[in-house]
C-alpha cells in the first residue's frame, strides 16, 4: 500500500462547481497534513495544512481530515480556471518527514 | 515571506560532467530537502539535511551527494551526471521536519546530454 495515495485524474470540473480532490494515507499514526498547488512550470506552494479531524475553512478552500478512516480531502467552492492545477496531499510519516503523493491534475471548464 | 531560491533555473550539462545545485532560504529553518520530480513519478526525496553538516538519504540517493556547511545553504552534488538524472529538481526548506509547511524553491530544470 502506498503511503500517500491520490487517483492523477485529469479530474474535469465546471467553472463555478465544486472541485473535491481525495487522498488517503497508510499510517495511522499521522499527524500532520497538507495540500499544496503546483502550477505547471512551477514549484508546490501550499494552500492549507490541517491537523485536527472535522474541517477547516479558508476563503473558497475548505480542507477535511478523518482520522478514522485515513483519508483527507480538498474542496473548492465556485471553481475558477486560475484553480487549473496539480494538487499534492502531503501527510508526514509520525515523528519523521513529510510525504507526499504524486498528485492529482485538476482541469476547470470554463 | 519565506524565501528560497536556487541558482539557477535551467541547466544543461554533459554526461559525466560535476554538476552543482545550490540553494539558500532566508527564514533560518533547521531543515532542507532536495527533491527530484519527474512526470507520472511525483516528488521524489533525494536527500534533507537538519542541521548544518547533518544529512540523511531520501528515498533516491544514488548518484547524488549532498553539503550543508551554513544554515542557509544546501547544495546538490552530481559527481558524474548521466542522461537519467534529467529532471525537475527542486529544493525546500522548513521549520519543523515532520509538522511544519515545506517551502518550495522555483526548481531546476536540469538536462543531462
Known amino acids: 500500500q502506498k503511503e500517500v495515495e491520490q487517483n492523477s485524474g485529469p479530474l474535469s470540473v465546471p467553472e463555478g462547481a465544486i472541485a473535491s480532490l481525495n487522498c488517503t494515507y497508510s499510517?495511522?499514526?499521522?499527524?500532520?497534513f497538507f495540500w499544496y498547488r503546483q502550477y505547471s512550470g512551477k514549484s508546490p506552494e501550499l494552500i492549507m495544512s490541517i491537523y485536527s479531524n472535522g474541517d477547516k475553512e479558508d476563503g473558497r478552500f475548505t480542507a477535511q481530515l478523518n482520522k478514522a478512516s485515513q483519508y483527507v480531502s480538498l474542496l473548492i467552492r465556485d471553481s475558477q480556471p486560475s484553480d487549473s492545477a496539480t494538487y499534492l496531499c502531503a501527510v508526514n510519516r509520525p515523528g519523521d518527514k513529510i510525504i507526499f503523493g504524486k498528485g492529482t491534475r485538476l482541469h476547470i471548464l470554463p | 515571506d519565506v524565501k528560497v531560491t536556487q541558482s539557477s533555473r535551467y541547466l544543461v550539462k554533459r554526461t559525466g560532467e560535476k554538476v552543482f545545485l545550490e540553494c539558500v532560504q532566508d527564514?533560518?529553518?533547521?531543515?532542507m530537502f532536495w527533491y527530484r520530480q519527474d512526470p507520472g513519478l511525483g516528488l521524489r526525496l533525494i536527500y534533507f539535511s537538519y542541521d548544518v553538516k547533518m544529512k540523511e538519504k531520501g528515498d533516491i540517493p544514488e548518484g547524488y551527494s549532498v553539503s550543508r556547511e551554513k544554515k542557509e545553504r544546501f547544495s546538490l552534488i552530481l559527481e558524474s551526471a548521466s542522461t537519467n538524472q534529467t529532471s525537475m529538481y527542486l529544493c525546500?526548506?522548513?521549520?519543523?521536519?515532520?509538522?511544519?509547511?515545506?517551502?518550495f524553491g522555483p526548481g531546476t530544470r536540469l538536462t543531462v546530454l
Open positions: 525546500a526548506s522548513s521549520l519543523e521536519i515532520s509538522t511544519d509547511t515545506q517551502y
Open positions: 499510517d495511522r499514526g499521522s499527524q500532520s
Open positions: 527564514m533560518d529553518h533547521e531543515n
